[in-house]
């Protein structure tokens, strides 16, 4: 059964200065993992999609990586904003039974 | 293009009451997921549709909760009866086609329900 740990459960940091967020999976039989954001009281929106076979993917300021052999995935958002405190959460796409499963989130809190 | 749509947004009820959520998906998506995420936790998966067929339920305590999908359109989700462990943010998602190797998921503001 697939575990999916996100380590720390709670961050912060000065704006400016660059978020560094960890995602670890059991299970490297992966088709993907994703990452979202999360806002108080809202849905999660989609930031990134990473494929097994690729090893990162990046969008503006937000980079992710993906390492299926040490079973980590890692997030990095450069110069962060208040804008970007928010809970973010990564997911995974079990290869066995098709399985997803989302980590248990960060919650960031970027100080003015 | 219009995001997942989910009604109620807010739902009060007591244990062992029954209630029914609403999801309508981004037009021309046929896989449907529901979630439940408990305060503090990451989402669960309870169910995942692909068109009307289900893909995948195996978190889905069967003896309380049920969902359809009849046209592969819209769902509902019901919990009858309910409990107290059941309060919850229950979220709809979907994406275009399922298929493995995966795409990215659109989410539902979700229902917040409280049993009290």
């Known amino acids: 059964k697939q575990e999916v740990t996100q380590i720390p459960a709670a961050l912060s940091v000065p704006e400016g200065e660059n978020l560094v967020l960890n995602c670890s999976f059991t299970d490297s039989a992966i088709y993907n993992l994703q990452w979202f954001r999360q806002d108080p009281g809202k849905g999660l929106t989609s930031l990134l999609l990473?494929?097994?076979?690729?090893r990162e993917q990046t969008s503006g300021r937000l980079n992710a990586s993906l390492d299926k052999s040490s079973g980590r995935s890692t997030l990095y958002i450069a110069a962060s904003q208040p804008g970007d405190s928010a809970t973010y959460l990564c997911?995974?796409?079990?290869?066995?039974?098709?399985?997803?499963?989302f980590g248990g989130g960060t919650r960031v809190l970027v100080k003015p | 293009e219009a995001g997942v749509a989910q009604s109620p947004r807010y739902k009060i009820i007591e244990k062992r009451q029954s209630v029914a959520f609403w999801c309508n998906p981004i037009?021309?998506?046929?896989?449907l997921y529901w979630y439940q995420q408990i305060l503090g936790q990451g989402p669960k998966l309870l169910i995942q549709f692909q068109n009307n067929g289900v893909v995948d339920d195996s978190q889905l305590p069967k003896d309380r909760f049920s969902a359809e999908r009849l046209k592969g359109v819209d769902s509902t989700l019901k919990i009858q009866p309910a409990k107290l462990e059941d309060s919850a943010v229950y979220l709809c998602a979907s994406s275009s086609s399922g298929r493995q190797g995966g795409e990215t998921q659109y989410f539902g503001p979700g229902t917040r329900l409280l049993v009290l």
């Open positions: 990473i494929q097994s076979s690729q």
């Open positions: 997911l995974s796409l079990g290869a066995a039974g098709n399985k997803l499963t």
């Open positions: 037009s021309g998506h046929a896989t």
